[in-house]
């Protein structure tokens, strides 16, 4: 039997627990929690707990009373976007300590969820082997994947299974057009979010003071970033977290000159931060999500271009209420 404790706070091995299964995401950490508190989010840990008191699984869901723009997370959460009214978002959970109880866990979040009558998105974790695909009715399940590269594999596999005629040409046409890569440092996030504002992009940030906050939160449980230039022009940038050794991209930017002069940083920025995962020993390198049976023509670009990294398709699933 499986109860379960919500809590506006966590206890003090929250973050600890996680690193303990192979679910652990930085998405579910209390300092995403607090980083996206500053943008208007506020947290529910919720705890699954066995007929002896022990957790057997967590999962961080997230409220927001005006969905907008919410940072990281924001190209996930597809049909709530700018939706009004209070809004829950769950991103790779729930994390599961004990695969023993999987049934039960799923059960008794689909009778918490119907008790609350929320209006919710949340997302399966990639290596869960989709399991919150079994929730069922009232919920709905939506197809989507990733693509995830296995870093643990030989460096020069990785290479070759990336497409020969598009990412290792751009690689390489990058890196003889004098584009370099800069690791970023907190005094880089507030140039990276410039080149956001000057593309068009719109950021969750409404000071310079909260943005450097936000990084703050999120610097300790692996948020980091890379800079392309061209010589001391800023061109491009990514940033990715790395939390429990699984790289997640997000928050890609390119300017207008690199648009224009085909510099193509996009590519050498994503190859460059691979290759330092692969130093750091870091076990995946997610893509950040494709779906691949849409018929809209922006996603079928978006699922075409990832594809030709070489990671392989796996499932994450979103359910919606």
């Not at 959460?77 to 599961?96: A, D, E, M």
């Not at 020069?156 to 040409?169: F, G, L, T």
């Not at 050794?245 to 931060?273: A, C, H």
Request: hydrophobic share 35%; net charge positive; with cysteine.
């Amino acid at each position: 039997m499986i109860s379960i404790d919500i809590q506006n706070f966590p206890d003090s091995k929250w973050n600890e627990r996680l690193l303990t299964s192979k679910l652990g995401t930085v998405y579910q950490t209390k300092n995403f929690a607090d980083a996206q508190s500053l943008i208007g989010g506020t947290p529910n840990y919720i705890s699954f707990l066995n007929e002896t008191g022990k957790i057997v699984a967590q999962l961080l869901i997230i409220s927001y009373s005006k969905f907008q723009n919410k940072g990281s997370i924001g190209k996930i959460l597809g049909k709530f976007s700018g939706s009004k009214g209070q809004t829950y978002i769950w991103v790779y959970g729930p994390v599961v300590f004990d695969f023993d109880y999987s049934l039960e866990i799923i059960q008794s979040l689909k009778n918490f969820l119907i008790s609350k009558k929320w209006k919710f998105q949340g997302s399966n974790h990639p290596l869960s082997n989709e399991f919150l695909s079994e929730i069922g009715e009232p919920f709905k399940i939506q197809d989507r994947s990733t693509f995830l590269i296995n870093l643990l594999n030989d460096k020069e596999d990785i290479w070759n299974k990336m497409d020969k005629h598009s990412v290792r040409k751009n690689i390489s046409r990058s890196e003889s057009r004098g584009v370099t890569i800069k690791k970023m440092v907190k005094s880089d996030f507030l140039l990276y979010l410039k080149l956001f504002e000057e593309t068009g992009k719109v950021t969750p940030f409404t000071s310079d003071e909260i943005a450097e906050n936000w990084w703050e939160q999120m610097k300790p449980v692996g948020h980091n970033g890379f800079l392309a230039y061209q010589d001391t022009s800023l061109v491009g940038a990514m940033a990715i977290t790395t939390f429990n050794d699984y790289v997640n991209e997000f928050g890609i930017v390119r300017s207008s000159q690199d648009y224009t002069e085909k510099l193509y940083s996009q590519d050498l920025l994503k190859w460059k931060i691979i290759d330092w995962s692969i130093f750091e020993n870091f076990r995946y390198y997610d893509l950040t999500g494709v779906f691949p049976n849409s018929s809209d023509q922006k996603e079928i670009g978006i699922y075409r271009y990832k594809k030709k990294w070489g990671g392989e398709l796996t499932k994450c699933s979103l359910i919606t209420s």
